[in-house]
């Protein structure tokens, strides 16, 4: 529930866009969230009627400051009073969301706190917090003996390649329709993970988006981590990052090649260790 309240809440917010776009008021352009808390007592002065754009400006704090001239053209519109009117419903309607999720967050904290254990160990895992993290036990529990081993609980979440072969060979490998909320909270961790540096599923992701395109990569992504879930709640162990550089270490030999070919297509004369250059 609370995932689908979040959803509600993101699209509120993409309709205040769209009523102060209508009035020709472009402050999501310079403020990457409209409702922080400059945004937020911007669109409260144009509400209240406020219409001097140099004293809405001047509401800008830290540092959305520095875009004061950008700002000051970002505001310059016409705001009807039907615009007012949309815009105090939406932020209405948006801090009744916000509140049910608050609520929310504290009666799950509290629900969860027999679960915290686990919960941590999953947190552990690149792209993944407190959140995320609850979302996954509250689908697949915490007692992993249910499941005989790591590919059973991928297949059972269906976070795994499909199975469809047909006179031999593999027709398709598209993943079936399973637990939504599951696949939505693995996913959206994997994409998070694709993105930070200097981990093994970074370099997971970026290895085959390049060949297989960023959505399987990311299904890729989530396959492992889900795997690695299952790993940690099933013992005591805690998680060790592999490294962005485990694959290269894992294929040494083939990497020195590839790279060998890039750089003698350049011109370069490449001498490998043990050789003498006059050899």
């Given at each position: 529930?609370?995932?689908?309240?979040?959803?509600?809440?993101?699209?509120?917010?993409?309709?205040?866009?769209?009523?102060?776009?209508?009035?020709?008021?472009?402050?999501?352009?310079?403020a990457?969230?409209?409702?922080?808390?400059?945004?937020?007592?911007?669109?409260?002065?144009?509400?209240?009627g406020?219409?001097?754009?140099?004293?809405?400006?001047?509401?800008?704090?830290?540092?959305?400051?520095?875009?004061?001239?950008?700002?000051?053209?970002?505001?310059?519109?016409?705001?009807?009073?039907?615009?007012?009117?949309?815009?105090?419903?939406?932020?209405?309607?948006?801090?009744?969301?916000?509140?049910?999720?608050?609520?929310?967050?504290?009666?799950?904290?509290?629900?969860?706190?027999?679960?915290?254990?686990?919960?941590?160990?999953?947190?552990?895992?690149p792209?993944?917090?407190?959140?995320?993290?609850q979302?996954?036990?509250?689908?697949?529990?915490?007692?992993?003996?249910?499941?005989?081993?790591?590919?059973h609980?991928?297949?059972?979440?269906?976070?795994?390649?499909?199975?469809?072969?047909?006179?031999?060979?593999?027709?398709?490998?598209?993943?079936?329709?399973?637990?939504?909320?599951?696949?939505?909270?693995?996913?959206?961790?994997?994409?998070?993970?694709?993105?930070?540096?200097g981990?093994?599923?970074?370099?997971?992701?970026?290895?085959?988006?390049?060949?297989?395109?960023?959505?399987?990569?990311?299904?890729?992504?989530?396959?492992?981590?889900?795997?690695?879930?299952?790993?940690?709640?099933?013992?005591?162990?805690?998680?060790?990052?592999?490294?962005?550089?485990?694959?290269?270490?894992?294929?040494?030999?083939?990497?020195?090649?590839?790279?060998?070919?890039?750089?003698?297509?350049?011109?370069?004369?490449?001498?490998?260790?043990?050789?003498?250059?006059?050899?």
């Amino acid at each position: 529930m609370r995932s689908q309240l979040v959803g509600e809440r993101t699209r509120v917010v993409n309709r205040i866009h769209k009523v102060l776009e209508d009035a020709n008021i472009q402050l999501g352009a310079v403020a990457s969230d409209i409702l922080g808390l400059s945004g937020r007592e911007m669109i409260e002065a144009l509400i209240a009627g406020e219409q001097n754009i140099e004293t809405m400006a001047q509401m800008a704090r830290r540092r959305m400051r520095a875009k004061l001239p950008q700002l000051r053209l970002a505001l310059e519109g016409r705001v009807s009073e039907h615009h007012r009117f949309l815009l105090q419903m939406l932020l209405e309607q948006y801090d009744g969301i916000d509140s049910q999720i608050g609520r929310l967050t504290e009666r799950i904290e509290r629900v969860c706190i027999p679960l915290a254990p686990a919960i941590e160990k999953i947190v552990e895992i690149p792209g993944y917090d407190q959140t995320s993290a609850q979302n996954v036990v509250a689908e697949i529990g915490t007692d992993m003996s249910r499941f005989p081993s790591d590919d059973h609980l991928c297949s059972w979440a269906t976070i795994c390649p499909g199975n469809h072969p047909s006179a031999g060979k593999q027709t398709s490998g598209r993943t079936v329709k399973g637990n939504r909320w599951l696949k939505a909270a693995l996913c959206q961790s994997a994409w998070a993970a694709a993105r930070m540096k200097g981990s093994y599923f970074g370099a997971q992701f970026h290895r085959l988006a390049g060949r297989r395109g960023k959505k399987r990569a990311v299904i890729a992504v989530a396959h492992a981590q889900l795997k690695v879930i299952y790993h940690l709640l099933s013992s005591d162990q805690s998680y060790k990052d592999l490294g962005d550089d485990y694959f290269l270490k894992l294929n040494a030999r083939r990497a020195a090649r590839c790279h060998r070919k890039v750089l003698e297509s350049m011109g370069y004369t490449v001498i490998p260790p043990g050789t003498s250059e006059a050899a």
